[in-house]
């Protein structure tokens, strides 16, 4: 008998369009699982693990796009179809970002979903292979640890041989300009120039001379030609911050610069050409500026060929401590280490400010730290929140301690719960404990609390 091909798991509450789905997938070679409800494919994904999930969003109880993060906690890496039969663009976008790999609508061609199943099966077989394999040599001052963070790399490291545009999304102070640079040094363009420019901070009535250049005269104080920032990063990647602050205005010639690859200095009407790489980066949320007028859809697709995410500093943790130790040598000069209490102070915050935070806070240590220890109270306020997620494989708490819990055990148990969604199976794994101590633990938190 033919070992199956791949295993999927179909999410529908109709029994016909299982029973439609389960018997076309059979007969392609899949072994087929089938749920009823969101909450049965979670009973399921606790036990097994399939390699693709094909689920509908309309299901009774938990609808398959509030199950997603779910999904993604049980299942990391596992592609998800969604399916339904009201396509809307908006939600296509908010499923996309919650993890979902693909979105079809409703009545399915089969061949079709065939197609779109395979796709992502092919792919996720790529990223299984890639994620094994060396990353491209980092710069010194590239400090990554966490699993989430490499993968960003993996990724970046496939798409910088190309030509493509590239949008990073991320919260500011997450390191998007450093992603930038990296593609650029993994690019066949690495010995040509890389110039990098926050729209934001341009004046908006000197954005499109910044961009584009101008001659002497095009307007009061113009007082010589400006060859821009389009000609400067001719042959090399032009990385554009914050273009979500571009003026609206000045978007369509933007687009025309990136389809015909070339750029109208102000002040005259003959078209330059050049050669430039688009890198742009954002905090925005530039699907929702699109459908409210802000930003033009025809440029949005044409600088979102391809995405990268970076993570916040709070959901990569295991960077935390790395970043720490390396900023302080940066800034003290001499060799300093970080206390046990200052590391799980630092582990325990929660960074909205992200990596330029965390800088930030480390300078400052550095300054009052006046021997070789960098203790909590040299920190300040800003590392003092101990709510945010913790990991206790990075935090060194010693699990084993039968006295009173710390503040910042509580925490990481506290947050490490709601991160798996209440399961405490996977909290234990996930703290590097048995079930059983977990349990123990959770026992003096209620006796604690009265």
């Known amino acids: 008998m033919t070992e199956p091909k791949h295993?999927?798991?179909?999410?529908?509450?109709?029994?016909?369009?299982r029973k439609l789905l389960g018997g076309y997938f059979t007969s392609l070679g899949y072994a087929v699982t089938e749920a009823p409800s969101a909450e049965k494919m979670l009973a399921i994904l606790d036990k097994a693990t399939p390699d693709l999930i094909l689920l509908d969003v309309r299901l009774p109880g938990m609808s398959g796009i509030e199950s997603l993060p779910r999904i993604r906690e049980r299942a990391v890496s596992v592609p998800v179809l969604l399916i339904t039969a009201y396509a809307d663009i908006r939600q296509a976008v908010v499923a996309v970002k919650a993890g979902a790999t693909d979105y079809?609508?409703?009545?399915?061609?089969?061949?079709?979903?065939?197609?779109?199943?395979?796709?992502?099966?092919?792919?996720?077989?790529?990223?299984?292979?890639y994620e094994n394999e060396p990353l491209p040599e980092l710069p010194r001052d590239f400090i990554v640890a966490s699993r989430t963070m490499r993968?960003?790399?993996?990724?970046?490291?496939?798409?910088?041989?190309?030509?493509?545009?590239?949008?990073?999304?991320g919260p500011s102070g997450s390191g998007k300009e450093g992603i930038a640079k990296l593609i650029h040094q993994w690019s066949p363009r690495l010995d040509q120039p890389f110039l990098a420019t926050n729209c934001?901070?341009?004046?908006?009535?000197?954005?499109?001379?910044?961009?584009?250049?101008?001659?002497?005269?095009?307007?009061?104080?113009a007082s010589e030609n400006r060859v821009g920032l389009f000609r400067s990063a001719s042959g090399g990647t032009l990385f554009l911050d914050e273009i979500g602050e571009l003026p609206l205005t000045l978007q369509p010639k933007l687009l025309r610069a990136l389809e015909t690859q070339q750029i109208t200095p102000v002040g005259t009407d003959k078209p330059i050409t050049v050669d430039v790489r688009l890198v742009a980066a954002t905090n925005r949320d530039l699907a929702n500026d699109v459908e409210i007028g802000r930003f033009r859809e025809d440029l949005y697709y044409r600088i979102n060929v391809i995405e990268l995410e970076i993570p916040s500093l709070a959901n990569r943790r295991e960077d935390v401590l790395p970043l720490a130790k390396y900023f302080a040598t940066q800034y003290a000069g001499r060799a300093v280490?970080?206390?046990?209490?200052?590391?799980?102070?630092?582990l325990g915050g929660q960074w909205p400010g992200n990596v330029r935070e965390l800088r930030n806070v480390i300078q400052r240590a550095c300054l009052l730290c006046r021997g070789d220890v960098?203790?909590?109270?040299?920190?300040?306020?800003?590392?003092?929140?101990?709510?945010?997620?913790?990991?206790?494989?990075?935090?060194?708490?010693?699990?084993?301690?039968?006295?009173?819990l710390s503040q910042v055990e509580r925490a990481t148990i506290v947050a490490t719960l709601d991160e798996c969604g209440g399961n405490r199976t996977h909290a234990a794994q996930k703290l590097g404990i048995s079930r059983r101590t977990l349990l123990n633990k959770l026992k003096e938190m209620e006796s604690e609390n009265g």
């Not at 295993?7 to 369009?17: A, F, K, R, Y």
């Not at 000197?206 to 307007?219: D, I, M, N, T």
Request: hydrophobic share 40%.
């Open 7 to 17: 295993t999927l798991l179909i999410v529908d509450d109709e029994p016909s369009q």
């Open 104 to 129: 079809l609508s409703k009545p399915l061609d089969l061949q079709e979903l065939n197609v779109a199943v395979e796709d992502a099966l092919n792919i996720q077989s790529a990223m299984s292979t």
């Open 151 to 169: 993968q960003v790399l993996h990724t970046a490291a496939i798409l910088a041989p190309s030509d493509a545009p590239v949008l990073i999304l």
């Open 200 to 221: 934001g901070a341009m004046p908006e009535n000197l954005v499109e001379s910044e961009l584009f250049g101008h001659v002497k005269g095009a307007f009061t104080g």
């Open 337 to 346: 280490r970080l206390s046990p209490q200052a590391s799980q102070q630092l």
């Open 374 to 404: 960098i203790l909590p109270e040299h920190l300040g306020p800003l590392a003092a929140n101990m709510t945010g997620q913790s990991h206790s494989n990075s935090t060194g708490t010693d699990w084993s301690d039968t006295n009173r």
